[in-house]
């Protein structure tokens, strides 16, 4: 990444859109797999995580916030998955509207979904 300041993230309450920045995909990739290596270490079946969101489509301007979405085997429980993600600085934010079957997960610059 540049050796500016991040250009991800913004204060709680704050809408900004921004330039497209192709940080935001390296920033994806170091996180997927940051979480990768914190689920392994947990011992739990591996993850899919995906870059979605405004942030995901090059040369869209968008709020520079990564939004990823996390997959998992069918009848791993969720919960062990949600304890290691809220290890890694994630909190737990409930169902934020969104179907039963997904758990929202906040961090100060990154979201997260898992299914």
């Not at 995909?25 to 979605?52: K, M, N, T, W, Y």
């Not at 301007?61 to 919960?79: F, M, N, S, T, V």
């Amino acid at each position: 990444m540049r050796n500016e300041p991040s250009s991800i993230g913004l204060r709680r309450g704050i809408v900004q859109l921004r330039a497209y920045d192709p940080a935001w995909a390296e920033a994806f990739c170091h996180e997927a797999a940051r979480l990768a290596q914190r689920v392994a270490d947990a011992g739990l079946p591996p993850l899919l995580f995906e870059h979605i969101g405004s942030t995901a489509v090059p040369g869209l301007e968008a709020k520079p916030i990564i939004d990823l979405i996390a997959g998992h085997q069918r009848g791993i429980e969720r919960r062990a998955y949600v304890l290691t993600l809220e290890a890694a600085g994630y909190e737990l934010r409930g169902p934020q509207g969104l179907r039963r079957a997904r758990l929202a997960l906040s961090h100060t610059s990154l979201t997260a979904d898992t299914y």
